[in-house]
């Protein structure tokens, strides 16, 4: 704990207060604790991605992340026979950078999807809320609401996207080891004036479920970081939807590859500093913790919810279908002597393109972000996005390369640097 955030103090404290009531609590308890107590948690008080501090997400990269999924939603409004009332609904919007540049694209849009559209943004934390209505104040004449959960649950049976980048990442993980006796689940506990994970049999049945639907099979010593919030967040969303697409950009992996006897350690990381580490109980609600998902869980929990999976690519092939390389400008070229002003100019367009490249290239952010297109109701999925990049076919569904975690070559979700 860092004795400059008192705030971490207070958390810490009726951290070990829950202990002593109730004993270990399971470290996904701690995590909602960490992440989202309704006063000191490390969302709730807007840290991590306020001017970069800890990670940036595609958001905060380049405007053409925004721009391009515009112009992707803009299709399915034509898609969906072009209604009069287009919903695009943004869960966890952060610090409203994606919102921003995508109504400044759609606002441009011709053809009635600028006046079909209704931008709706869920936010849990007010302190990120303040931020995203500066953010967009006088940016855009686009209709924009902000609608509590269980406001837009009122709202069910609308047609239009929902869309969530790096949102379901920081849902509360249960971590779960394999023993000879079979899995057993890490708690937290309070010992001799520490925090200490400890273990214990698995903390409800659902987790059991989890793991029998999943099919993990867990090696002796093997560590698996169970989301089982999301599936469940996914199987609600599509029923938000009487017809629609459920847009979720994140990192992870199908289970097979997820629970692969390869990966002795799961994926959970914490992010402070744009520093990564393991030391998951220092710092509670000053770090971020986030851990990859499971793809094939949230494709079972959409088709057992009455949806349909219509593909999963890697953000590069779906930005580059999108024609992220329209944007890329021309290249840059050497300024004369004498020419300062050229020379900075220069420089910027550079950083930009560097910058767009980070969100497409393979070994940035193109192939460790997957994106995971979810239909409801009738809808087709002919989608530019889901296309072949170079060809423009449609029908790729393409979950691209492995990208492993930690445990195998400690690659982060997040970008760090
Ligand atoms: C890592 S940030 C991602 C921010 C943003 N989407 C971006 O691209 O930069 C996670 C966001 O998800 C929000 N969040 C977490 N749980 C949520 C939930 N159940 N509903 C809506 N937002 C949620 C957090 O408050 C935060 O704004």
Request: proline content about 6%.
């Amino acid at each position: 704990m860092s004795p400059s955030d008192p705030e971490s103090g207070a958390l810490r404290s009726l951290i070990e207060a829950e202990i002593a009531r109730r004993g270990p609590i399971p470290f996904a308890r701690f995590m909602e604790l960490c992440l989202y107590h309704p006063r000191h948690g490390y969302y709730t008080r807007g840290l991590g991605g306020g001017g970069g501090r800890d990670y940036l997400t595609s958001s905060g990269v380049h405007e053409a992340f925004g721009i391009l999924v515009a112009r992707q939603a803009e299709e399915m409004w034509h898609r969906a026979g072009r209604p009069e009332r287009f919903f695009f609904v943004e869960f966890g919007p952060g610090e409203g950078r994606f919102a921003a540049d995508f109504l400044q694209a759609a606002g441009r849009s011709r053809g009635g999807f600028a006046r079909a559209l209704r931008y709706l943004l869920v936010e849990p934390s007010p302190v990120l809320q303040a931020r995203q209505r500066a953010r967009l104040q006088g940016r855009t004449l686009l209709p924009v609401e902000w609608v509590a959960e269980d406001a837009i649950e009122r709202r069910k049976g609308f047609e239009g996207v929902i869309f969530a980048n790096e949102v379901l990442d920081a849902f509360p993980v249960h971590r779960l080891v394999g023993t000879p006796e079979g899995p057993r689940e890490v708690h937290v506990d309070h010992r001799d004036g520490r925090l200490v994970e400890v273990m214990a049999p698995p903390s409800s049945e659902a987790v059991g479920r989890f793991m029998a639907e999943a099919g993990v099979v867990l090696e002796d010593g093997q560590e698996a970081d169970l989301n089982l919030a999301a599936p469940c967040w996914i199987a609600w969303a599509i029923g938000l939807l009487a017809r629609g697409y459920l847009l979720v950009i994140d990192y992870g992996h199908e289970a097979r590859e997820l629970y692969h006897p390869a990966r002795r350690r799961g994926t959970l990381l914490a992010y402070h500093r744009h520093r990564t580490s393991e030391a998951f109980l220092e710092r509670p609600g000053e770090q971020d913790l986030t851990a990859h998902l499971d793809f094939t869980a949230l494709q079972r929990a959409a088709e057992q919810a009455g949806g349909r999976c219509l593909g999963l690519t890697t953000q590069a092939r779906f930005l580059l279908a999108l024609g992220a390389l329209d944007l890329l400008g021309d290249p840059v070229g050497a300024p004369g002597p004498g020419r300062e002003g050229e020379a900075v100019d220069a420089l910027r367009r550079h950083q930009e393109r560097e910058a767009l490249k980070d969100l497409v290239l393979p070994e940035r952010m193109g192939d460790r972000f997957r994106v995971l297109v979810l239909g409801a109701g009738e809808v087709t999925r002919d989608l530019r996005g889901l296309s072949e990049p170079w060809t423009g076919n449609p029908g790729a569904v393409h979950a691209g390369p492995a990208a492993p975690g930690r445990g195998v070559d400690g690659t982060a979700g997040h970008e760090v640097a």
